[in-house]
């Protein structure tokens, strides 16, 4: 299924590895023309790219490449996108995710490391390639060279990992045997444990707080494994998502085909993935001209929590759009944890703005519209039933601001039988066909070392923003942007089923590559780092400054 808000732009590929390739690919799909020159193997994302020889003499709007002898060829009027692999021998996934330190360690010593199943490093960046490329379209830079450092992407996506050793793990989040497969339990808050411990009626010693149940782990996994052993999966992450606890089915790959939910949102046909992890909804054209100048000029209403959200704002805070987080006096961010700040929040949330606004009252819902009016993007990633309680559906936000872009990014999308289900990252790894494929020596599905659904699925968010914004230029229209993480994890799973020769990763010896050089060089001299933002720190001047405006008008 291609969309077309790429349509006329035309991308030069000179690629060698996977990662550069399904980038050009997730551009293709938005209606840009690909030309590959094949200078060693296709893979299974050229099937539908103009594959060539040679390079053919015409005009390119830009040139993705990760071979060194192009990055400073000429190409008059492109702009040159090189994926630098640095210390990278080969790129392909399986050194990618060695040379990252993405492997988990088997329980057995002697065993081999655990890789996380699928292409989820090579998605990972060609998903910030993509990116990339849309926002020097939107900027209208030529005949410049601008580079992706691949390592950087990889080391990023461990800050979640180090957070969760800083915070500690949750307890539970496990997989436990049942009666025909493997299940994902998780109950993260202390009453979602309470209620989880009368219904299952555990007998275990009592532990209240997070504290108390990581010392009890070892306790806790074996009463929900007795518990569970002998139950239906299906029917058990059923009964779960309906107390809403974020319960997953760990789902083969000819499961995850089979999926009602994607059956229902078109997003898998004749066993194959057949469109991007998002659907695009264009409104109405507003009467206003929009001329995109700069991303300083954006203004980004941000409603996220936790991982993904944050993380696809923050592209654009990094960027120099200003990016005001909103969060409620009784429930800010849970990244912050216990001291309201950590050096995983302050990753996700720098270069951001902050409110604290409670909009179960009505003058702080007008404060949030008249955010709205000035601004030209709102994300969240609740769930989909959320923002209209809050009265913030997407004619009331059209009714504040006619061409504003509303981007959501839930657990399984706005639409579909699995809706309303609540999911982490880990939910969304087992049904979506990853832990199937992140097995032991002994074949045993695992879950991966942290969870990469999270942070692909931010950047897959901010992309189709990007894409928006891109097709706004031209059609002034008002943008709903329906992001699936689920569906951004069956992408990653669903990789290696392609018809390609390209072989899975299940199983790495840790020692096939040296030791890895410092990455970080080149992201801090590129990137500035302002602090994140203190819980609600601007929320007196907004508050002062939409006062004085309304007794103005």
């Not at 938005?30 to 040679?54: I, N, P, R, W």
């Not at 059923?238 to 059956?263: D, N």
């Not at 008249?370 to 009714?399: A, C, W, Y």
């Not at 706005?414 to 979506?432: F, I, N």
Request: glycine fraction near 6%.
């Amino acid at each position: 299924m291609t969309q077309q808000t790429l349509k006329g732009c035309r991308i030069l590929e000179l690629s060698t590895t996977l990662a550069t390739s399904f980038a050009a690919d997730l551009l293709r799909q938005q209606g840009a023309y690909v030309e590959k020159v094949c200078l060693h193997q296709t893979f299974f994302c050229d099937a539908q790219k103009e594959l060539t020889s040679s390079i053919a003499k015409s005009e390119w709007d830009i040139v993705l490449t990760d071979d060194l002898q192009w990055k400073s060829a000429c190409f008059p009027q492109a702009v040159t996108v090189f994926i630098d692999f640095q210390a990278f021998q080969t790129g392909d996934e399986r050194e990618l995710q060695v040379k990252a330190g993405w492997l988990k360690k088997s329980e057995q010593e002697s065993s081999p490391s655990i890789a996380i199943g699928g292409f989820p490093a090579s998605l990972l960046v060609a998903a910030h390639i993509a990116f990339l490329t849309v926002c020097q379209l939107l900027e209208g830079r030529r005949n410049s060279t601008v580079v992706v450092h691949v390592a950087s992407i990889l080391a990023s996506a461990l800050h979640g990992r180090l957070f969760t050793m800083e915070e500690q793990e949750i307890v539970p989040m496990m997989l436990v045997p049942t009666a025909d497969g493997q299940l994902f339990i998780g109950a993260p808050s202390d009453e979602q444990w309470a209620f989880l411990t009368s219904w299952a009626e555990l007998d275990v010693p009592p532990c209240p707080t997070q504290s108390e149940r990581r010392l009890q782990k070892s306790a806790i996994n074996k009463a929900l494994s007795n518990w569970s052993a002998s139950q239906l999966r299906q029917e058990l992450m059923m009964l779960g998502q309906t107390f809403r606890l974020p319960f997953a089915s760990v789902q083969s790959h000819e499961e995850v085909l089979k999926c009602p939910q994607h059956k229902s949102r078109g997003f898998i046909q004749q066993q194959r993935i057949i469109r991007s992890p998002w659907m695009m909804s264009k409104g109405l054209a507003a009467n206003q001209s929009f001329s995109f100048t700069s991303f300083k000029e954006l203004q980004i209403v941000d409603f996220t929590a936790m991982w993904a959200g944050p993380y696809c704002t923050r592209l654009f805070a990094d960027l120099g759009a200003t990016v005001i987080k909103i969060e409620a006096p009784h429930r800010p961010d849970g990244v912050r944890g216990q001291s309201g700040s950590t050096p995983f929040f302050e990753e996700l949330n720098r270069n951001k703005q902050s409110v604290v606004l409670d909009l179960n009252t009505e003058e702080d819902k007008e404060i949030l519209l008249k955010l709205v009016e000035g601004s030209h993007i709102v994300v969240n990633n609740f769930s989909p039933r959320v923002m209209g309680n809050f009265g913030l559906t997407d004619d009331v936000l059209q009714r504040h601001n006619a061409s504003i872009i509303h981007a959501a990014l839930s657990a399984f999308g706005q639409t579909g039988p699995y809706r309303d289900y609540v999911g982490y990252g880990s939910t969304l790894e087992s049904m979506g066909g990853i832990v199937a494929q992140t097995v032991d020596h002994t074949g045993t599905p695992v879950l991966p070392l942290f969870s990469i659904s999270d942070m692909t699925a931010g950047v897959m968010g901010a992309l189709a923003i990007a894409l928006a914004l891109y097709d706004q230029t031209t059609t002034n229209a008002a943008y709903k942007i329906d992001v699936s993480q689920y569906e951004v994890a069956t992408m990653i799973a669903s990789v290696p089923y392609e018809h390609t020769a390209v072989q899975p990763v299940i199983l790495c010896d840790d020692n096939i590559i040296e030791e890895t050089p410092n990455w970080w060089q080149a992201e801090e001299e590129t990137i500035r780092r302002v602090r994140a933002p203190y819980f609600g720190e601007h929320t007196a001047y907004y508050k002062t400054n939409y006062a004085n405006e309304k007794r103005d008008g």
